[in-house]
């Protein structure tokens, strides 16, 4: 069983990954190439949204991740901005409802108790929805977090279990002897573990490459504007059809060449009062600019489904990489053809809901114990077979 034990990247699941590795009484040291959550988790929404999941696995990790934050708060002793409030999907074509009531039929056999209601039924719900919307869904279990909050509170507390952090620290090569990984140089400095766990969100290709592992995540950029801060809008996660069908889409098909950037609706309010407005779906390569177009285009939605929003201001605009795999899950597990090495990554717009839950799995497998879930359709070896 490993005692020692390096993760590297200090993302919501490089930091979930250490906290419950320290929180085993295992040594850990956390490696961050600049600072806690500077990567997508620091650029991103806060929903912890399981209507919009697939049915299967993701939906089944995704209840596994929304039960650990039910009490993490608690577990990690910080405000994390925790809140149930419940989610909706906006619809606003037949051609929508009709995927909608799919995704709902498969959901509800899945478990999910969603409901679907008019539009009237909505409006009352969630005031200030456009009047042309057909309908929405409605489940009460979604709930939203603050990312930074939760990535911070993870690597304070594995600090105080006992992990050490180093930031400002780029890891560069993954070090090996006799057919096993057995740790890691960065800037200049080797340092040797038991087991490597790799959790660089769209970076793990970059590292994984300099030992001949090849992984097909690649990122998918998401572009949201921030309103000025405004009295309570909206009280739950909202996402709209246009933006279920960017997130499932297959590339080269109608939508894509309708609306090339996947722009689609998503709205959650902050804790001081700032609307997340997002936001886009673009293949753009490391690119975290953001654009005039989209920027436009991103609006046009929020307003034509709000149309309140018409009077906002946005103070800014930013971008993140979403960690994008071509089946839409992420890689949890040991590489097989190096013993010593884990990889957790590839959560593409869903790491936030599901970043405690893989830390923990991660941590199992890390140390040679029982997953804790079944992990086979997160195997990597699913595109390297
Ligand atoms: C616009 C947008 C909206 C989103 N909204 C949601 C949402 O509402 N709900 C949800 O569940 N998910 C959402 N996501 C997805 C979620 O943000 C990601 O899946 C998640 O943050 C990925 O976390 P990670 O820890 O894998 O990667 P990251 O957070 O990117 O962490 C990787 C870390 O590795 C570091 N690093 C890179 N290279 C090295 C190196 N060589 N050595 C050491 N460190 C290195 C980076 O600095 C970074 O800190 C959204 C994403 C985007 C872009």
């Known amino acids: 069983m490993a005692e020692n034990v390096i993760v590297v990247g200090g993302g919501i699941v490089g930091t979930s990954t250490a906290y419950y590795l320290a929180k085993m009484g295992i040594h850990v ?4 190439a600049q600072d806690i959550a500077a990567g997508t988790s620091g650029a991103c929404d806060r929903a912890i949204m399981l209507q919009s999941k ?31 409030g419940g989610g909706m999907i906006l619809i606003e074509t037949e051609e929508e409802m009709t995927a ?26 969630q005031p200030g929805l456009g009047a042309h919307l057909l309908g929405t869904t409605w489940w009460a279990g979604d709930a939203e977090v603050n990312p930074l909050k939760v990535c911070f509170a993870m690597a304070q507390a594995a600090q105080r279990a006992g992990a050490a952090i180093r930031m400002g620290s780029k890891v560069t090569a993954l070090l090996s002897e006799r057919g096993r990984v057995v740790g890691v140089e960065a800037e200049g400095k080797r340092t040797y573990a038991d087991a490597v766990v790799v959790a660089l969100g769209v970076w793990t290709p970059l590292l994984l490459r300099t030992i001949g592992v090849e992984l097909p995540i690649v990122p998918r950029k998401g572009q949201i504007l921030v309103s000025e801060r405004v009295p309570a809008f909206v009280s739950h996660n909202i996402l709209s059809g246009a933006y279920i069908a960017a997130k499932h889409r297959k590339d080269g098909g109608k939508e894509e060449a309708q609306n090339p950037a996947g722009v689609g609706l998503s709205l959650g309010q902050t804790g001081s009062g700032s609307l997340l407005i997002g936001g886009s779906r673009e293949f753009v390569g490391f690119d975290l600019s953001t654009t005039p177009q989209v920027i436009r285009a991103i609006g046009q939605s929020a307003v034509r489904l709000f149309p309140k ?7 800014r605009a930013f971008a993140g990489l979403r960690p994008y795999t071509p089946d839409g899950r992420p890689v949890i ?20 809901a599901l970043g405690p839950a893989t830390g923990r799995i991660m941590a199992n497998l890390a140390i040679g114990r029982p997953a804790g879930c079944d992990v086979a359709p997160f195997a990597l070896s699913r595109f390297t077979q």
Do not use: N
């Open 309 to 315: 929003m018409a009077g906002m201001r946005v103070i």
């Open 333 to 352: 597990g040991p590489v097989e053809e190096w013993p010593g090495l884990y990889v957790a990554a590839g959560h593409e717009g869903d790491g936030i």
């Open 100 to 125: 909608i009531r799919e995704l709902v039929e498969r959901q509800r056999q899945a478990g999910l108790d969603i409901a679907l209601l008019s539009g009237e039924q909505a409006r009352e719900l």
């Open 54 to 84: 697939a049915p299967g696995p993701m939906l089944q990790l995704g209840l596994h991740g929304a039960r650990i934050y039910e009490t993490l708060e608690d577990e990690l002793e910080a405000d994390l901005e925790y809140r149930r």
């Open 29 to 32: 040291t956390l490696i961050e």
